[in-house]
């Protein structure tokens, strides 16, 4: 996934792993907008909206949150 830094504006690449990664981390904090990824040239945080995740892992599952207890 390509995605641009806020404040630099350079292009960059998010691997499918990150993705996977972070969509996982959201899932677990209950984060529901964006995910901050850090720019790989100046090194400040760019916001990557869960839409633009989800886009481009569609095979991703969110993790089951616990069943019901016996």
Known sequence: MQTR???CHRPF???KDLIHAAL???????????YNVQCPHCHK???VPRTDLLRAAPDWKE????GPTE
């Open 5 to 7: 830094c806020q404040n």
């Open 13 to 15: 690449a998010l691997s």
């Open 24 to 34: 996982d981390n959201m899932a677990a904090q209950h984060m529901e907008h964006f």
């Open 45 to 47: 945080l760019t916001r």
């Open 63 to 66: 993790p089951a949150v616990g």
